[in-house]
């Protein structure tokens, strides 16, 4: 999904997606279950190039399927001054960080990433055409391929959930929308 985020700061897209969206998620994801942070690399505030986590992330899943559990990176990227991709990238490590028992492990495929990049939203001009004033927000796009696991093949998945899927992104992305707004604004 996409969706443009008017008053808000590529550096509080980049806040949120760091630190705020696993305490945010069930405000926007009708399938969270729960979250959490089992490693970090690097400090974002002193440079966010060289910065990683390490997520486990759990959904609901409709009956009668298993709820599911993803273990993925968190990894941001500048591409320039007004652009960031977040990207999520799964791993496996199951001696380390096993797979939760009642769950069945789903995995982030390539793209797999949320990009903000700054723009001007709105401009306004005074009565002699001057511009006056500039209304910066975000185009916020939001792309991410699952392998759902378990028994579930792609095939499956794509004939029989694809549109379940899209209506559940596009009730996301008016509540991402929404929930951005009134956090910064």
């Known amino acids: 999904w996409e969706c443009n985020v008017t ?101 982030n495929c390539v793209p797999s990433f949320d990009m903000a990049k700054e723009v001007i939203m709105e401009e306004e001009c005074n009565e002699n055409s001057e511009m006056k004033k500039h209304t910066k927000g975000l185009v916020i796009r939001h792309t991410l391929t699952t392998q759902i696991g378990g028994w579930v093949s792609d095939c499956m998945w794509n004939q029989l959930f694809q549109g379940p899927v899209i209506s559940n992104y596009y009730e996301e992305a008016e509540k991402v929308r929404s929930m951005l707004q009134e956090e910064f604004s």
């Open 7 to 107: 008053k808000t700061s590529l550096q509080q897209f980049l806040d949120f997606s760091m630190f705020r969206m696993q305490e945010l998620a069930s405000q926007w994801d009708s399938t969270y279950i729960d979250a959490e942070c089992l490693a970090t690399h690097g400090d974002p505030k002193h440079d966010i190039k060289t910065y990683a986590k390490l997520m486990k992330w759990k959904f609901r899943m409709p009956s009668p399927f298993s709820n599911r559990e993803m273990l993925y990176l968190v990894v941001p990227i500048v591409m320039d001054d007004c652009t960031t991709l977040m990207t999520y990238v799964s791993v496996e490590s199951p001696k380390r960080f096993p797979l939760s028992k009642g769950y069945v492990r789903a995995y």
